[in-house]
């Protein structure tokens, strides 16, 4: 039996970690994944969960750590956001090139410069090549059953592939919604023990990790990680389906939301699919058909769910909370074009809500307005953005240098 | 290959181990690198082992029962010449490789 | 299972690409020597890690990790965290590292390693440079010491791995050297018996680095203790000891001379170098009062 708890997206993610019964901890605080970090000290010292924190001096470190551990035979945890997921980039590659399963919340922020204490996913879109897994999360519900299934979904012998659980930072992290928790047993369940089913640091059957490999075989590997990320969307379909039956919430790769008979959509990742929905519902009142389409396994990205959700739909509006700079579009808007372009669709570009700029109804509104005017445009919109202001802002005199 | 992957992966019917890993312990035959190497002068060798220390190779062996009791293992000797240089009876002398048999 | 292709004497490959004469090959041997089978142990890239292997080959009969070269120290936190999730307190977790991968890069993993009290013993074998990538000077260079960034010499003096360990209050941190292979045996059983961070400074020539003939690894270590460049001392929580007093020490020359990345020196330099490690030798022998 599940019961309601008050949680925010952050407690959700520990709420899951200690229900995967994780055997050690690393972590590094960081804005404003630090409560994840504080809640996980206190229960690993309080006895809640029967692992061991160590308290690191960075996320490099907190990822190492969690690649240490894991490789001997146990789950580890770790979480992070922004820089610190910058400054983990190079063991990022590790985790995923040795195949070591993890699962790591991110929580969504804005990446230095401008400093910036909010949400956006420029941390993650720049580690979408590292070779981990992405889901992104709507709300705090999602966070706490995303983060559960992502355990089966990495540990699966055909994927063996570490996840990344994206929540929007403060959107998600720092609000408090109602949601429901099943019972550990369930979890047992649903989840079971960790059995490692790759290389193991063992005394006892020794095998050396990580050594160097030549340039034929680098190949080799990067292709059966290029299968782990195939093997990934039918097991996460099948995590999916065994998911909904056992807790009745249903989950998919890509998310319609008011799609049949849509004019246009917005496609979307992360929180501010909450609000396009509910905009879509607003607007349909006053008998315009808009949709949305929430991405939500964004690596592997799911080309196929993604076309069968478009079905007729001609005008698709895809915002981004990323700045894509130097592309013809968005990390987002690249991977619709990509896989929609056979079909004479409008896919316009959108650019909104960069280090926590509100997307609000208004927000959502204006794209729906825009793309329903079925002008196209060669480069992405920056909602909001004061293209004179740009010019003028924090205008300083230089003296002169002699 | 490890237990582990046996286990799990032997009902593929294939091992797999996924990633980076190195489990056939082999060494290479630096012996060909040699350009000198070491002949003992037999008696004056006191046998202390010394040589045998400090070979960072470990391809010296003191045989005490047997006269030509400093063994080298020529497959892998690189012919640094410590031995010799830290023998403290200087029995140890470097020689030419293509002036041995 | 490893796959044992050619028998070997003890945990590590008879014929490995290590240089003739290379000092870090002979440490290696004698530590896994002394520390058995029931180890693992976490490899930085750099010269060591050629003990890790090539492809599908390897080096070693111990579980190893090739780690990236500033985190050895976290992997060794993260294994060692692992082992023990798993009721295993009796293997040792080493880490076998450069200089470089220690002093430079390495430093903050290391740092917080020791400050957390992890169970690791930390073993860093110094050749001064980087040697893997061609002979770069690293903050373990010595004063004076040619490298391929330092042409004209290096014009600082090199950093104190040691006294930053004692700053971390570990339990047992101690230097050895490729020249005297019996202390360094029984500095690492001694390492073995110890709970909590241990750290140890290895003294190991490169050859092809320093400018010397292979031949003369060893004897450059010896002469390296006897001017006081190299002090072998142990520090036991909270004592100092020095294992090994000359009767005097030679002049500093002696050992410059035997090797071409000296060659610059001039005497003035000779004579500043001479007069900081003396100072240097004689503060280590009143710490030892302390």
Known sequence: MSVYKMLDGNAAAVEAIKMAKVKVVSAYPITPQTTIAEKLS???????????????????????????????GVRAATASASVGIALMHEVLNVASGCRVPIVMPVVNRSLASPWSLWCDHQDTMAERD????????????????TMIMAYRIAESPRV?????????????????????????GEIDKFIGEYKPQNLVLDPTDPVIIDDLTGSNENTEMMYQQAVGFKNAIPEMEKVFSEFENEFGRKKSLIEGYNTNDADAVIVCLGSMSGTA????????????????????????????????????????????RTAGLGGEGTPLWIEIKAALTDKNLLIKNYIAGLAGRDINIETIKSVYTDILAGQSSDSPVWIDCDVEHAGLIREVSINDRH | MQKQQISVLAKQKKYNALGPCA?????????????????VNYSECVKCGICAMYCPANVITINKTEKECVQFMWDYCKGCGICANECPKSCIAMIEEKEGE | MIDIKS????????????????????????????LGDDTTVVIPPGCSALFCGFGKETALKIPAFQGNLENSAAYATGIRAGYRAQGNNHTTVLVYAGDGGTLDIGLQSLSGMMERGEDVLYVCYDNEAYMNTGIQGSSATPFHAWSTTTPAGKNVMKKDLLSIAIAHRVPYCASCSMGNIPDLRHKFEKAKSIQGPRVIHVFSPCPTGWGIKPAKSVEVSRMAIQTGMWILYEYEYGKLKVNIKPKSLEPICTYLKMQKRFKQVTDEQME??????????????KMEKI
């Open chain 1, 130 to 145: 590292s070779g981990w897994i992405q889901m992104y999360c709507e709300n705090v519900q999602d966070v706490f059953d």
């Open chain 3, 272 to 285: 500043e170098l001479q007069q900081l490690v003396t100072a240097n030798y004689n503060k280590m022998l």
């Open chain 1, 277 to 320: 929905k509910y905009v879509s519902d607003l607007m349909r009142e006053q008998g315009i058909k808009v949709g949305v389409i929430k991405v939500v396994a964004f690596r592997p990205f799911p080309y196929k769910a993604l076309r069968e959700v478009i079905g007729n739909i001609t005008k698709v509006a895809v915002l981004d």
């Open chain 2, 23 to 39: 489990n056939i312990f082999t060494s290479i035959n630096t012996g060909s690198w040699r350009l000198e190497r070491p002949e």
């Open chain 3, 7 to 34: 028998e070997t004497q003890g945990y590590v490959a008879h014929g490995v690409s290590a240089c003739a004469g290379c000092g870090m090959e002979l440490i290696i041997r004698n530590i896994l020597d002394v």
């Open chain 1, 160 to 184: 063996l592939t570490p996840v990344m659980v994206c929540l929007d930072g403060f959107f998600l992290s720092h609000s408090m919604q109602k949601i429901l928790v099943p019972e550990q």
């Open chain 1, 42 to 72: 206190e229960i690993c010292a309080n006895g809640e969960l029967n692992a061991e924190y160590i308290r690191v001096e960075s996320e490099h470190s907190a990822m190492s750590c969690v690649i240490g551990a894991q490789l001997t």
